[in-house]
Structure formats: C-alpha cells, structure tokens
C-alpha cells in the first residue's frame, strides 16, 4: 500500500509518518517501522529502532523536515530492532522515554530505562491523536499495544506483523498469553493495523481471526507429533511439526514449539517429566 523504503518517512495518517530501519533480515522482514506521530507541539517517536545512527539521522531529518522537535519517545516492547535507539535519542528529545517496564530476559535491551512505565488502558494525550495503551503480552511478558482511538489504527508492535507470524520465546514469551491477548484485540474497535515490521494490515478482524487459527492449528500438530513420538525433547519434534517451514528457520522455530509444549502442559493434555521430555497427558 505505502513503499517501504529505508530512511524515507512515509505518511499514512493524519499526522501519522513510518521510517523504515535500516535493519533488513530473517527476524525483522524489511525492517523495523518506526512511527512518527504529531504531538501538541512537536514530534512523538514510537519505536525508535536499533541501536544503528544511521536510522538515528534519518529520524533528525525526519523531525527537522517537518519543523517538529522531539517531544516523547514510546515503546511497545524492548527487543533490540525496537529500543535501543531511544538511548541514542534521549538527548535529542525535551520530553519522556515511556512504555513498558524493564524485563529480566537476555533478548531484551538493557539499555532500556523508561521514565515513565505505562499501565494498560492508559491514555496519551498528543492533540489531535489520542492513544490509549492495550497491553498484550504474548511475543514477550512486556508487549504493549497502542491503539489511535480517533482513526482506528493500531500499532501493533510485533503482536501482529505482516507477512509472518512472531516468534514466542519462553520464559519470556508465552503462548497462552499470546493467544489471550489477540482474541482481547477482536473486542477492540480497530480500523487497521501499523505492525512493527512490513506493511498495513487492512483487514484486521480477519488478520487477528487467521493468526489465532494458525496457532491453534500448529497446537493440534505438536499434540500429535507427540502422540506418534512420546517422551520427546522439544527438539526431537521441530522438523516434525515444522515441515512445512524451510529447515533454517527450524533453529527459530524452536523457541515457538517450546511455547506450545507450555500450553499443552497449561491445559494439561500434555507432560513435562523431570528430564525435560513433554508426553500427551
């Protein structure tokens, strides 16, 4: 719909610009967004990207483009293609760092020192834009939704991206979290949806709907995978479940497989033994 070109800022709203990241690869699709967004008098940035001064630059162009300084820089969750660049932005912006609270977790961003940390269903007042914060944990314990009341349109961070699902990591991730936070979205009035990586999403209802049902598909697989492999060691099922995923992603894929063996324990139609091994309850 909008071209995806690195450095470039694109509107797609009133008010409402993407800058591309110049971080292109398998976990990030083209890149990750970064949204520009008007504020009373000035420029809030949410998800200022990678620790890369070259988006850094491009994000000062951006600002100094359309006469707007810095005012805010927001979070939806502190993975490092989505954070760390606020470390090198703070000094260039005369107001907070907000979003979600510090995680304890190895693929976080340890730089990440929020000033203020926001609470679900908090509203951030910008003028003509209002956002209210939807938490939705899932991809990560921290995730956080931002939804534009006045327009519809939600930033989606890596809850929903387009083109791909979102890897689940566990202790971190959870999928039953996950889930529970995509089907709290179907009660939301939501226009369309600006995703942490790729393109809009225009139909979100049916987006939100697929992915639930692709997850629970994949569920019913790992179940009978171990059915036909009881005792098995999450990665003794991988190429099992994922055979229809290209084998170098299967080392990714793993942590999304660990998270359904989770679920499937939650709901107690599977076990985890002392060693390990998960088997259908």
């Not at 993407?18 to 970064?34: D, I, K």
């Not at 090198?88 to 995680?103: A, T």
């Given at each position: 719909?909008?071209?995806?070109?690195?450095?470039?800022?694109?509107?797609?709203?009133?008010?409402?610009?993407?800058?591309?990241?110049?971080?292109?690869?398998?976990?990030?699709?083209?890149?990750?967004?970064?949204?520009?967004?008007?504020?009373?008098?000035?420029?809030?940035?949410?998800?200022?990207?990678?620790?890369?001064?070259?988006?850094?630059?491009?994000?000062?162009?951006?600002?100094?483009?359309?006469?707007?300084?810095?005012?805010?820089?927001?979070?939806?969750?502190?993975h490092r293609d989505h954070s760390p660049a606020v470390a090198?932005?703070?000094?260039?912006?005369?107001?907070?760092?907000?979003?979600?609270?510090?995680?304890d977790d190895p693929l976080q961003d340890d730089s990440w020192a929020p000033d203020v940390v926001l609470a679900d269903g908090e509203q951030i007042d910008l003028g003509k834009?209002?956002?209210?914060?939807?938490?939705?944990?899932?991809?990560?314990?921290?995730?956080?939704?931002?939804?534009?009341?006045?327009?519809?349109?939600?930033?989606?961070?890596?809850?929903?991206?387009?083109g791909s699902t979102v890897v689940i990591a566990p202790p971190a991730g959870s999928m039953s979290d996950y889930l529970r936070s995509l089907r709290r979205l179907l009660d939301e009035t939501i226009s369309h949806i600006a995703p942490g990586h790729g393109d809009l999403i225009l139909d979100p209802v049916l987006t939100i709907e697929a992915t639930i049902g692709h997850r629970l598909a994949r569920e019913e697989k790992v179940f009978q995978a171990l059915n036909d492999q009881p005792d098995s060691l999450p990665a003794d099922l991988v190429a099992l479940v994922y055979n229809d995923v290209p084998t170098f992603l299967h080392g990714v894929a793993a942590f999304s497989l660990d998270a359904h063996l989770i679920r499937l324990a939650e709901l107690q139609r599977a076990v985890r033994?002392?060693?390990?091994?998960?088997r259908p309850a």
């Open positions: 719909m909008f071209a995806l070109t690195p450095g470039q800022p694109v509107e797609i709203g009133s008010g409402i610009w993407r800058l591309l990241a110049l971080n292109p690869g398998m976990m990030s699709g083209p890149g990750t967004n970064t949204y520009l967004m008007a504020d009373h008098d000035g420029l809030a940035v949410l998800d200022p990207g990678p620790a890369d001064s070259r988006h850094v630059d491009n994000i000062l162009r951006a600002a100094q483009s359309l006469n707007m300084p810095l005012t805010r820089l927001l979070v939806t969750h502190t090198l932005l703070r000094s260039h912006c005369r107001g907070p760092v907000i979003g979600p609270p510090i995680l834009l209002r956002l209210r914060v939807i938490a939705t944990p899932g991809h990560v314990s921290n995730h956080l939704c931002y939804l534009e009341e006045n327009s519809g349109l939600l930033f989606s961070g890596d809850h929903l991206i387009n033994t002392e060693d390990g091994r998960y």
